[in-house]
């Protein structure tokens, strides 16, 4: 796995030009670009979710779209309209701004349920259908999209059905006050992003994400992993558990941070480290859970602290031999 490590920290490198002081953050955008996921980025404005994701855009020299979400945005305006053409008496699709490879969907939660499901097929298929036409989205493609804390007024919480799409969910958070000098510095006469270079191509990246496949998980870590995933689901707290396509992301999140340290099998660090950022978007907590304040993350590490770690071999056959 040198080469996906090597390939990791080549593009980790790059976005550490711009974004400071957040590299566990920028590997969670790396994991899920490793395992062709879509981002949640929950935080407040200002913090450099946009500069994030054209960072990652720019360092893999693939197409970037930029859509901003409102309450009065209709589904079309995501994924294009037909339009008669007068001239050839047929109808033309004029592709929407999710015809990209990456596609930042800034302020997610600002559209209304109906627009925010047009995102639905996109993310699951990787097509678009318009007019009972469907249109395949180029590849690689993922979504990064950026949400305001739910208590913020005008805001329309995401459905548990497209929370469940998006493979993490990461929080850039403030930076601290030496990484914000730096931040002042580097932008004092020109802004970093304008400069950064491709660091691979869209070819290296799928031959990358083929790899990560690969990476060996022990009966031990599977039976962890579900032992994680049904634990939030039998939790007297939790409404609604993680679900079955939780657990997947778990499992290949920590295929590819194993392969991102080099190695070719899943130890159960790689697990602990990704259960917050894979689970904590999608439980729904219950009533008794939000009067005594409760937050999913707080749940995620009880239940982590109180399933055991599987012992003994986990490096698998192909380590041995």
Do not use: W
Not at 149 to 175: H, K, M, N, S, W
Not at 281 to 288: E, K, Q
Not at 289 to 302: G, P, Q, T
């Amino acid at each position: 796995m040198k080469e996906v490590q090597e390939f990791s920290e080549r593009v980790i490198a790059n976005i550490e030009k711009v974004i400071v002081g957040k590299r566990e953050t920028i590997e969670l955008a790396v994991i899920g670009l490793l395992c062709q996921g879509h981002l949640l980025i929950e935080d407040v404005p200002g913090v450099g979710k946009t500069v994030l994701a054209r960072s990652l855009a720019r360092s893999l020299g693939c197409s970037f779209s930029r859509i901003q979400f409102t309450p009065d945005m209709l589904p079309s305006d995501v994924t294009g309209v037909s339009i008669f053409n007068q001239v050839s008496r047929e109808f033309e699709f004029r592709p929407g701004p999710i015809m990209a490879q990456i596609v930042l969907a800034d302020e997610i939660n600002r559209a209304t349920p109906k627009t925010q499901a047009a995102l639905l097929e996109a993310m699951e298929e990787r097509q678009i259908t318009v007019d009972g036409t469907t249109h395949i989205l180029p590849r690689p493609f993922m979504v990064l999209a950026t949400q305001n804390p739910i208590e913020y007024e005008g805001t329309f919480p995401l459905p548990e059905a497209q929370l469940d799409r998006f493979l993490v969910r990461v929080r850039l958070g403030y930076p601290g006050p030496e990484d914000e000098v730096k931040v002042l510095e580097r932008q004092q006469f020109q802004h970093p992003l304008d400069k950064l270079d491709q660091m691979v191509s869209a070819d290296e990246l799928t031959a990358m994400q083929e790899a990560v496949k690969g990476v060996y998980a022990a009966p031990g870590i599977k039976r962890y992993i579900i032992s994680l995933a049904r634990q939030t689901r039998e939790h007297s707290d939790v409404y609604l558990g993680a679900s079955p396509r939780g657990s997947l992301a778990l499992y290949r999140t920590a295929q590819a941070r194993a392969a991102m340290h080099g190695r070719e099998y899943i130890l159960p660090d790689d697990v602990k480290a990704l259960v917050s950022p894979t689970f904590g978007h999608r439980l729904i907590l219950g009533p008794a859970a939000r009067l005594r304040d409760l937050d999913a993350d707080e749940i995620v590490r009880e239940i982590t602290n109180s399933v055991p770690v599987p012992g003994g071999d986990l490096t698998g056959e192909r380590q041995s031999g």
